[in-house]
């Protein structure tokens, strides 16, 4: 379900419709009802009430600007809105670099603040020398190059890609303080376009006996992992496009597997073969890293689907709230298994819940922005987010995650901490009284 | 639509032995298997793919001394900070047990790995013998086979690992 257009502009309700000061959604499409409703409830004018300095003219309005660059980057303003990296000196080991949730808006991650996760630093492709070969149980093996690609029929798609281990310090038994970006930086959103995978296995041919695919790529670990056919001739594509320029060299430059929906270490970058095969490889991602330990002992093996998740970004841990008033509180939701059908916000640990608006349109296995109006009296509350996919599938409450998954008997302490996977469980944010935001667990 | 389209897509599936779909372009260029043979490494849990050659854990040691000690440790403990041991008891009772060599379901993950990612600062550089000797030497120092057993494309499959039976797979109707 998306936004619901309500064409008849009549006043929407102002009272609050879930504990401590959420609004009905349906208020942000009201051209500024919710500020002027504010202001006449007298609360939320101790934003608004002093009076602007008289204005004046700028040294930037008196002068010519800068020399415009063949290739922009931000104002030095934002100097801050960078990823967070955990090998700098690039040591002989994986690298991994988060995406700042808690300093964007909107659902598109810039292509620079795409979060990456290299196992053995990037690999400097030459794309003219990048060969992609598909082959094993298909009835012609073929070559493909960059070049070749570029003349196939493409596809553009709006997906998020998540590394599994995204938000795994919150199997602590103890709430880390950390961002957004520290906790859910794993994860981020592109528009991808390339060739659907299904069109050049229809050039090789299938052998009825092939089961599976492994997608293996061209970096020093020639990593690999095996991907169910039945994927494959899904929603695969071999992606050469990431929000309309090629693909960054940590995100998988000239070529990466594209499986939407599914861990990110599958969605293997620096695609050079996919042989199709009657097992799994079982390859030391899959047989190791990604599969997880259960409280019971067992161990889950072919984890694939990044189930539905969702986190509150504005406002978060790293931010504070600067007086009582109105505040858009937004988030971020996702799920492997389609479209987000339903988001609910709670501004008081859980107690009540109100529906958010969802930004349109409304993509399958993609970023969904939600929205929801809110205005704070500065009394200390909790913010949660909780979300729904079109498959029935809803995000656990932590009591019902940590009884299926589990969590550590000993706090963990480090945000680059992996202490299990495929952490879908929600995110409280405390607000004190100061406006001061802390991790919680509710 | 003309009418030469559907001709012309014809003529091209023709061109292209049939494999081709009638809507696309059909640029794959065709290669033999055995013209992929230096890129065609990974080791299937049944045995597929292992080359030939052999080796004891007497003849990995050495090599594992010379190659992998420096950041997995002597003795696959005691590792440089930051790496990893490969030798660690099958113990995975908590959701963050260390998960090492032990934890695998197969023991061709350990040859497929090391042939495709070791030694890390340059990898695909072990011989067939080298990865045989490794992976009986490392099989060995965490006893899930003998000191003596020779590693080879018949009997490394066969290896029972200690944690084999514990996996279950998260959702069968997905795959």
Known sequence: ?442 | MSTREPIFALVLALTFGGTAAAESPGLGKPITEADIAAWNIEVLPDGTGLPPGSGTAAQGAVVYSQKCAMCHGENGVNPRPGYAALVSPPKFDRIDAFKSVTYYKYATTLFDVMRRSMPYQMPKTLTNEELYALSAYILALNKIIGESEVMDAKTLPQVKMPNRDNFIIWDPNRI
Not at chain 1, 125 to 140: E, R, T, Y
Not at chain 1, 327 to 333: Q, V
């Open chain 1, 1 to 442: 379900m998306g936004i619901r257009k309500r064409r008849n502009a009549a006043a929407p309700p102002l009272e609050p419709v879930a504990g401590n000061g959420l609004l009905d959604r349906r208020a942000l499409l009201g051209r500024g009802i919710v500020f002027a409703g504010a202001m006449s409830t007298g609360v939320g004018t101790s934003l608004t009430s002093a009076a602007a300095e008289p204005l004046k003219n700028d040294q930037w309005s008196l002068e010519m600007g800068s020399v415009v660059p063949p290739y922009q980057v931000p104002s030095r303003f934002e100097k801050d809105v960078i990823r967070t990296r955990s090998n700098p000196n690039n040591e002989f080991r994986n690298s991994h670099a988060r995406t700042p949730h808690h300093l964007l808006q909107g659902t598109v991650t810039p292509n620079g603040l795409f979060f990456s996760i290299s196992h053995s630093g990037l690999p400097d492709i030459d794309p003219a020398q990048h060969k992609l070969v598909i082959h094993g149980l298909v009835k012609q093996p073929l070559v493909y190059t960059v070049e070749s690609l570029s003349r196939y029929p493409m596809v553009s798609r709006m997906h998020f890609v998540e590394c599994s281990g995204n938000s795994a310090p919150m199997f602590s038994n103890e709430p880390l303080q950390a961002t957004a970006q520290a906790l859910h930086g794993l994860c981020s959103n592109a528009e991808w376009t390339g060739v659907l995978l299904s069109t050049l296995l229809e050039e090789t041919g299938i052998d009825p006996k092939a089961k599976w695919l492994f997608a293996e790529g061209a970096d020093s670990l020639g990593l690999h992992r095996s991907v169910p056919m039945k994927k494959a001739l899904d929603d695969a594509m071999i992606a050469l496009y990431q929000n309309g320029e090629r693909i960054q060299p940590g995100n998988g430059y000239p070529m990466r597997l594209l499986l939407p929906g599914y861990q990110g270490n599958m969605n293997v970058k620096h695609v050079r073969r996919i042989k199709l095969i009657d097992q799994p490889a079982m390859s030391f991602f899959e047989s190791k890293t990604y599969s997880q330990i259960l409280p019971d002992g067992k161990m889950w093996l072919f984890h694939f689907a990044q189930e539905v998740k969702s986190f509150i970004t504005q406002p978060s841990f790293g931010h504070s709230l600067k007086g009582p008033g109105f505040y858009e509180i937004s988030g971020i939701a996702y799920s492997g298994n389609g479209r987000i059908s339903k988001v609910m916000v709670s501004a008081d640990g859980g107690k009540s819940w109100a529906q958010a608006a969802l930004q349109a349109p409304v993509n399958p296995k993609a970023f969904t922005r939600f929205r929801m109006p809110w205005r704070w009296d500065g009394q200390p509350v909790v913010l949660q987010s909780r979300a729904w996919d079109e498959s029935g599938a809803v995000q656990p409450l932590r009591a019902e995650f940590v009884a299926a998954r589990g969590q550590t008997s000993a706090p963990v302490t480090s945000p680059l901490a992996f202490p299990n996977q495929h952490y879908n469980s929600i995110t409280s944010w405390g607000i004190d009284s100061t406006g001061g935001i802390k991790h919680v667990y509710a």
